[in-house]
């Protein structure tokens, strides 16, 4: 297995998709290395680009109120994207970028083994949970994959741009925070997502 070391130089070095061309800086992800709890969005926007810290913008600032307000600390959690690099104009990543791009997530969750995995938002989820997943009929619920918890909440985005979604938010956000504590660490495993 990798150490964290050399993930975080290949993914600081990759020229695996196009989008490296363009990026200011590589979103490697940020937080504990030992966490419980994994946060996985979708890709990084123009703040994230500058700065090379996921979550740091809006949608950033939204997670951490939601954060505190079930009592978890941000700095407890990993905070990570499916892409490492920010598409032009935020546009969806592509498959094919998704494609170049995943290992370094499967890298992050193989040495992290947080209990819970926790899609933010559509993009995510249906990479790692289910093609097809919906997240307005699906968000809030817990499944498992490779021997993971995973579930799906709306991005923070979708929730700046339409505030009638926030309760639904933070009961899922609850729900998630009770579940951490009932749940156990993952044996390592060979294969992830
Ligand atoms: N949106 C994401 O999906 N990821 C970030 O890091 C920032 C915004």
């Not at 290395?33 to 600032?61: C, H, N, Q, T, Y």
């Not at 579930?151 to 925070?177: F, N, S």
Request: hydrophobic share 40%; with cysteine; aromatic share 6%.
């Amino acid at each position: 297995m990798q150490s964290w070391e050399e993930l975080e130089a290949a993914c600081r070095g990759c020229t695996r998709c196009d989008l490296h061309k363009s990026r200011t800086n590589c979103v490697f992800g940020v937080g504990n290395r030992e966490a419980d709890l994994m946060f996985v969005g979708e890709a990084p926007g123009a703040r994230e680009d500058e700065s090379g810290i996921p979550f740091v913008g809006a949608a950033g600032k939204l997670l951490d109120k939601y954060l505190g307000a079930v009592g978890i600390e941000r700095e407890s959690v990993y905070i990570a994207n499916i892409l490492k690099c920010r598409p032009p104009d935020n546009r969806d990543p592509l498959p094919a970028e998704q494609d170049a791009c995943i290992d370094y997530l499967r890298a992050q969750v193989k040495l992290i083994r947080p209990k819970i995995i926790v899609c933010l938002g559509r993009i995510s989820a249906m990479r790692l949970i289910r093609p097809d997943f919906k997240i307005t009929k699906e968000h809030g619920v817990f499944f498992e994959k490779s021997g993971f918890a995973l579930c799906a909440v709306y991005h923070p985005a979708a929730l700046l741009r339409d505030p009638a979604k926030r309760e639904d938010m933070y009961t899922d956000m609850k729900a998630i925070a009770a579940r951490l504590a009932e749940t156990d660490k993952p044996a390592a495993l060979e294969s992830v997502l």
